[in-house]
């Protein structure tokens, strides 16, 4: 079974992470195979030779970015994606219920587990499992992708607090399947899983094979009352806050007067406009007998 490992993953701990797999890998005499990804966009192409290759299973050993260039590469495909989850965010493995920052676990879990078809995002010609974000999403996960003091969740809530003062409304058109939004806003999270952000519960309800999406968008709120209500993400109360607004839909579209940063799975990439849709049952994810699909 091939191992897709990012050396880089976990801000600094990835080569420390791939020497335990190796550890493990040689103490218990197991049949896998790791193969280091070597620049962005490479856990892709890795992802696509095994799906042309009709490989059964592939395992992936990083976080969100990482997890979500191998989806790029499996989508649609009867390949099962395994996910050994040792990055920053990690908010694939929490919402699938999968061991985080426990390579063993993880390890045992992507061997023994078993696959079910969950949906995936599609914006134009790229993917994403966990989220598409806009505004001030891109802000944050920027930051913690540039942090080198802080690793998981704090890494994410520090980088609120220091993106605030980048803070500003925006004016959008959101076009949904049943409705047109025409607001101020500072952000938009398209969620197909619950959690993003290093364990925010951005979308308490989210299913990740209900065939829609989770719309977040938080509309024009202050830095104060943004940094007071903060905390309640973490527990998913912040939906009962004005600004913070959830719609389901199966296709977004989103345009704004200049171009705006998107965030896919933490990384990133591209500017809007948008246009998203849910990819139904387009990929097989492993997970364990008590792993739930939604919140």
């Not at 809530?157 to 925006?170: A, D, E, N, Q």
């Amino acid at each position: 079974m091939k191992i897709i490992a990012n050396p880089r993953a976990g801000h600094g701990r990835g080569e420390k992470n791939v020497a335990q797999l190796a550890r493990i890998i040689r103490r218990r005499g197991l049949d896998c195979r790791p193969v280091l990804t070597e620049h962005p966009g490479h856990a892709t192409e890795l992802a696509r030779c095994a799906a042309e290759a009709a490989e059964a299973r592939l395992v992936v050993m990083g976080g969100d970015g990482t997890v979500g260039e191998v989806v790029e590469g499996l989508v649609g495909t009867n390949t099962e994606l395994a996910v050994v989850s040792v990055g920053t965010g990690n908010d694939v493995a929490r919402s699938l219920g999968l061991p985080l920052n426990d390579i063993e676990a993880g390890l045992d879990l992507a061997i023994s587990g078993s696959a079910i078809a969950i949906d995936v995002g599609r914006e134009r010609d790229r993917h994403f499992i966990s989220v598409l974000g806009l505004g001030f999403p891109t802000i944050v996960a920027d930051a913690a992708n540039r942090a080198r003091w802080l690793r998981g969740p704090p890494a994410f809530f520090v980088s609120v607090y220091k993106g605030l003062y980048r803070l500003r409304p925006v004016h959008l058109v959101i076009e949904l399947d049943d409705q047109t939004l025409e607001l101020e806003s500072v952000a938009v999270m398209i969620q197909n899983t619950p959690y993003t952000g290093g364990g925010l519960h951005m979308a308490p309800g989210a299913e990740i094979d209900d065939g829609l999406l989770d719309i977040v968008v938080v509309d024009d709120i202050g830095r104060l009352d943004l940094m007071l209500n903060f905390p309640k993400v973490y527990r998913g109360k912040h939906l009962d806050h004005p600004s913070f607004k959830l719609y389901q839909s199966r296709t977004v579209r989103i345009t704004s007067p200049e171009p705006m940063p998107k965030m896919f799975d933490g990384d990133v990439i591209g500017s809007s406009p948008l246009e998203a849709s849910v990819v139904p049952r387009s990929l097989r994810v492993v997970v364990g007998p008590s792993s739930s699909n939604g919140g």
